[in-house]
C-alpha cells in the first residue's frame, strides 16, 4: 500500500510548515520515497520502520516559484503570487533504484506566512489552515490592519491587495460621506477579472479615484470601497490638515500585500560617511605631497521618523513593516525610494496620553556600483 495520507489544505502560506506523510508498507530493500515538489527539483527520504512514515517538510521548494510586487498605478493581477502545483510522490527501490508507485497531490501556494505576533489570535479563532481563515473567516483582504477604518491623506498612495474568492470581476464601488451629513455612491470605473484565489490590487487612495471632483462643494470626511453588492468593504477617514512634513512608508506584509503607513511627524536625516584613510611616507622627489590621502569613501543617508499619532492597535499592526523584507519611503516627489528598516525595536506601550506614536529609523538602500 502507498498512499499520501495527510497533505496540506488547497491553499496554503509558502512561510508556514507544508507537511505531507506518505504511507507505505512495502517490504521491498532499500525503500525510500521520493518527493517532486516542483518540475526537476526532488527530495529522498527512508520509510520510518516502524511508522511507515516518510514524513516531508516541502516548503523551501515554492519560494522561487511565487512573485508579487508592489502596484500602486493600476488595478491589476499578480498572476506569479499564487500559483497552482502538483506535488508528486513516488516509492523509490530496487537495484538500480527506480520508481515504482506515483501518486499527486494538486494545491496552491502563495506567499506569506502567520506571524507570531498574530498566530494566538489565529489559532484562536479555530483557523486550521490559511484556507481555512479565508473561508471559514470570510476574508478576502490581504492585510493585518485592524478591522477598522484608516485614516489617510489626499494624496496617499493608498493600495487594496486581495485574493479572489471566486473566478469574477471585482469591480469596486465607493460611498463617499461628506461633513453636512450626505452621500454619494460613485463608481470610479475600476475593476480586475481575476480567477479563483488569483492574488489582485487595485489602488484607493483619494486623488487617485477622484473622490474630491466628485462634489468639490463639500468636504468629505470618509468613503468606502467595497466590491459589488457591498462586499468587504474599507473604510477610510480623510485627514485634510496641513502638515509640513508628511512620508510614506510602503512595505510587503506577511500575507503578501502591500500596506501603507502615513507618517506626519518630524524626521531627522543625516548622512554617515564612511573613509578608509592610508598614511604616506615622505617622497624626496615630492617634497609637496600630502602625508594622508583618502582612498575609499562610502556614504550612507539615515532617517528617524516619528510617525505621528496612532491607535494601539495600529502599532501592533506596525509589526509587520518590522519584519518586512521589502519597504518604501515615498516623499512629496512622489518616487519610490527602497530602504532598510534599522530599528531594531518597537515600542508599543499604552500610554495615559493615547493616541501616541512611534519612532522609525532606517536607511535609504541605493544600486550597487
Known amino acids: 500500500m502507498f498512499e499520501v495520507t495527510e497533505y ?17 508498507d512495502s517490504v521491498e530493500p532499500f525503500l525510500k520515497i521520493m518527493a517532486e515538489p516542483v518540475s526537476g527539483q526532488f ?18 521548494y515554492f519560494k522561487t516559484e511565487l512573485v508579487n510586487d508592489l502596484n500602486i498605478g493600476s488595478a491589476v493581477v499578480h498572476a506569479n503570487a499564487c500559483k497552482s502545483f502538483t506535488v508528486n510522490f513516488l516509492s523509490y527501490y530496487g537495484n538500480p533504484p527506480q520508481a515504482h508507485y506515483i501518486t499527486g497531490i494538486p494545491l496552491m501556494m502563495m506567499p506569506g506566512k502567520i506571524p507570531r505576533w498574530k498566530q494566538l489570535e489565529f489559532n484562536g479563532a479555530g483557523y486550521e489552515s ?7 473567516g470570510n476574508k478576502t483582504h490581504l492585510t493585518w490592519y485592524p478591522d477598522q477604518p484608516k485614516r489617510v491623506l489626499p ?35 475600476v475593476s480586475v477579472d481575476a480567477l479563483l484565489y488569483q492574488i489582485c490590487s487595485i489602488p484607493v487612495g483619494y486623488n487617485k479615484l477622484g473622490i474630491g471632483a466628485v462634489d468639490p462643494e463639500k468636504t468629505v470626511v470618509s468613503y468606502t470601497v467595497a466590491f459589488a453588492g457591498n462586499t468587504f468593504p474599507r473604510t477610510y477617514l480623510v485627514d485634510h490638515n496641513a502638515y509640513r512634513d508628511t512620508r510614506y512608508i510602503i512595505f510587503r506584509n506577511t500575507l503578501s500585500g502591500y500596506d501603507v503607513l502615513a507618517c ?10 564612511e573613509r578608509k584613510i ?23 543617508e539615515i532617517v528617524k521618523l516619528n510617525s505621528g499619532w496612532l491607535q494601539a492597535n495600529e502599532k501592533d499592526w506596525l509589526n509587520d513593516m518590522m519584519e518586512s523584507e521589502e519597504v518604501y519611503e515615498i516623499k512629496g516627489d512622489g518616487l ?9 525595536s518597537l515600542d508599543r506601550s499604552v500610554r495615559n496620553y493615547e493616541p501616541g506614536s512611534v519612532e522609525i529609523e532606517y536607511e535609504r538602500l541605493y544600486n550597487t556600483v
Not at 490559511?130 to 471559514?136: T, W
Not at 487594496?160 to 470605473?189: E, H, L, Q
Not at 592610508?278 to 550612507?300: F, H
Open 8 to 24: 496540506p489544505a488547497l491553499v496554503s502560506l509558502q512561510g508556514m510548515p507544508f507537511v505531507f506523510k506518505v504511507f507505505s
Open 43 to 60: 527530495e529522498l527520504l527512508p520509510v520510518d520502520p516502524i511508522t511507515n512514515l516518510a514524513i516531508f517538510d516541502l516548503r523551501e
Open 130 to 136: 490559511f484556507e481555512g481563515y479565508l473561508v471559514v
Open 155 to 189: 494624496d496617499q498612495p493608498e493600495v487594496m491587495y486581495f485574493i479572489a474568492r471566486a473566478a469574477a470581476t471585482y469591480a469596486i464601488t465607493v460611498t463617499i460621506n461628506y461633513s453636512d451629513d450626505t452621500s454619494d455612491i460613485y463608481d470610479p470605473g
Open 264 to 273: 506626519t511627524g518630524e524626521a531627522d536625516e543625516s548622512t554617515d560617511t
Open 278 to 300: 592610508a598614511e604616506r611616507v615622505y617622497d624626496v622627489e615630492n617634497p609637496n605631497r600630502l602625508n594622508k590621502r583618502v582612498y575609499y569613501s562610502q556614504q550612507t
Open 336 to 344: 519610490r525610494q527602497p530602504i532598510l528598516i534599522r530599528s531594531t
